[in-house]
Structure formats: structure tokens, C-alpha cells
């Protein structure tokens, strides 16, 4: 238990649906990020969000639209999405964002389907 | 160019061998920290360990270690006496200054299989 909470843990959707994931982080953090593991590939960092404000945008298509409500909270809202954004999608949190020496604290993550 | 290179994609051994998992890093920054992640099938990644580029000292933390060496950019990771629980992918992390933030790179990470 990491702290962190995903959900959902899989999820299935046709191209054409909306849907969200959700993150959200018990342990007093101030950033939260989202990650993209692919298959074969390094960890693809998507959004970082510091004291609710988005701070890093890593050239991610507009299909992924995240958002901060509070500290405690991060959305992922997806929306026309194509069969190689499948994926499992990672949150993570950490202290302070822009901090180097911060760990980051991770969710078991979202097991994304598109079909 | 990647940032941070793990070259073993996956490595096999039996129960109670040691294994070393490589990291070879790339910045130009003199300040940096170093971090190493495991990811079990459950799917989480958990932190264990974080250097900074002025701490060569190795560490040691029960079968864990790591040697950090600047001078060939290299922080490896050896597990003494490997146990089925070992088994998970490991990935090693870069933290540098990039546009004001501290953003982790993360290598493609090792995946670690441990047989009875």
C-alpha cells in the first residue's frame, strides 16, 4: 500500500466513449503525475501537477485531458481514443514537485484497453 | 539518446544467486539524483533507493546494494541471494533541472525473474 489509489484498475472502451480515471493520494503531497507504461518502452511522463497547477504538459494529444481539483485528487479524462493509447496509466505523488530529491509514490495503476 | 540506459531487458536466475542490475545514466548537470524503482505484477512501483552525485558512497541495505560510480555514470543495483519475491521489473531514474522543474527520466527498466 503505497498510498496512492487508482481507479479503475482495468478498463475496456471503444474508441468513440468518454471516460475518466482517477487518482487520489493520502499522504499529504503537493504534486501529483501522470505516467504512461507502454510495452517495451521507458515510462512516458504526461502531466505534472504542483499545488493543483499544471506545471509539465509532455506533448500529450488533447484525446487525454487531465485535471487537479485539489492536492488530494487527479483526473484523467479520456475521449476518442485510439487502439495504441492502450496502455497502463500510472499516478504517482510526491512532496514537492520541483524538488529533485523527491521520491515519487506510485498507484498500482489503470489498465487501459482501447478496442 | 536515452538518458538513462538499462541494456538488460530481462534476466533469469535461480533461487539464492546473485544478480546486478545495470544503470548507465546521461546529464551534463553537476547536481542530479539517482533513484532506483521496483515494479512487482501487482503494478505499483515502489521507491528504493535515492543517491545524489555528491554521495559515492555505496550502500548496502540488507540483500540490496548499489554501487554509484560518476566517473563511467553507472549506479548498479545487486541483489545478494535472489528470492522468488525478487522477481518484478526494476527501473533505475535520472532527476535533473529541466525548465525550472525536477522531472525523473526513467530507464526501460530490467525485468527480474527469479526461479525456485
Known amino acids: 500500500e503505497t498510498g496512492v489509489t487508482q481507479t479503475p484498475r482495468h478498463l475496456v472502451m471503444g474508441m468513440t466513449n468518454k471516460k475518466s480515471l482517477k487518482c487520489e493520494q493520502h499522504?499529504?503531497?503537493?504534486?501529483m503525475y501522470w505516467y504512461k507504461q507502454s510495452a517495451k518502452k521507458p515510462l512516458e511522463l504526461m502531466f505534472v501537477?504542483?499545488?493543483?497547477?499544471?506545471?509539465e504538459n509532455n506533448s500529450v494529444p488533447s484525446r487525454f485531458s487531465p485535471e487537479c481539483p485539489n492536492s488530494s485528487h487527479l483526473f484523467l479524462h479520456l475521449h476518442t481514443l485510439q487502439p495504441e493509447d492502450s496502455a497502463l496509466y500510472l499516478c504517482?505523488?510526491?512532496?514537492?514537485?520541483?524538488?529533485?530529491?523527491?521520491?515519487?509514490?506510485f498507484g498500482q495503476g489503470t489498465r487501459l484497453t482501447v478496442v | 539518446a536515452q538518458k538513462v540506459t538499462q541494456a538488460q531487458t530481462e534476466i533469469s536466475v535461480v533461487e539464492k544467486e546473485d544478480v546486478t542490475l545495470d544503470c548507465v545514466y546521461e546529464?551534463?548537470?553537476?547536481?542530479?539524483?539517482l533513484f532506483w524503482y521496483k515494479q512487482p505484477p501487482s503494478g505499483e512501483l515502489v521507491f528504493l533507493i535515492r543517491r545524489n552525485s555528491f554521495d559515492e558512497q555505496n550502500e548496502i541495505s540488507g540483500r540490496y546494494s548499489w554501487n554509484f560510480q560518476k566517473s563511467t555514470s553507472s549506479f548498479n543495483f545487486t541483489i545478494t541471494a535472489s528470492q522468488v519475491v525478487d522477481s518484478a521489473v526494476y527501473f533505475c531514474a535520472l532527476s535533473e533541472a529541466r525548465g525550472g522543474s525536477y522531472i525523473p527520466t526513467f530507464g526501460r527498466g530490467t525485468s527480474l525473474i527469479v526461479h525456485p
Open positions: 501537477y504542483n499545488f493543483k497547477e499544471q506545471t
Open positions: 546529464t551534463r548537470d553537476t547536481t542530479y539524483y
Open positions: 499522504l499529504g503531497h503537493n504534486a
Open positions: 504517482a505523488s510526491s512532496q514537492e514537485g520541483q524538488a529533485m530529491n523527491t521520491e515519487a509514490f
